[in-house]
């Protein structure tokens, strides 16, 4: 049997530390310190079912659609084609002006 807190030379990517099996958190194969595994923007807790990653830091959801898809970078991968009533509005009446 393996204690829990021996023999690891498993290393956290958030701090560079090691990580011990009662403290680790493992996302696709990478392990973390439960403190380390939170958002990179709002320092949020996450889980591994509620994250993304994107260019090697972690997001929560909430910040990640607030950094990137509202400003357009993801919006077409994803396929959100909703309209934006505003936006829709300002379309029909440019449109009406140039008839």
């Known amino acids: 049997m393996v204690s829990l807190f021996g023999g690891t030379k498993e290393k ?3 701090c560079s530390k090691t990580v011990y099996p ?16 939170k958002c990179s923007h709002g320092g ?3 889980s591994p079912s ?3 990653a ?11 659609i607030q950094l990137f898809k509202e ?6 991968l994803e396929g959100d084609k909703q309209e934006d009533p505003i936006t ?10 140039e008839s």
């Open 12 to 14: 956290c990517v958030g």
């Open 22 to 37: 009662i403290e680790k958190v493992t996302v696709d194969g990478t392990s973390y310190h439960r403190s380390c595994f």
């Open 44 to 46: 949020c807790t996450i």
């Open 50 to 52: 509620n994250y993304i």
């Open 54 to 64: 994107h260019e090697g830091k972690l997001y929560c959801k909430h910040h990640h």
């Open 71 to 76: 400003k357009g970078n993801y919006s077409q």
């Open 88 to 97: 829709e509005k300002l379309t029909s009446m440019e449109i009406a002006a």
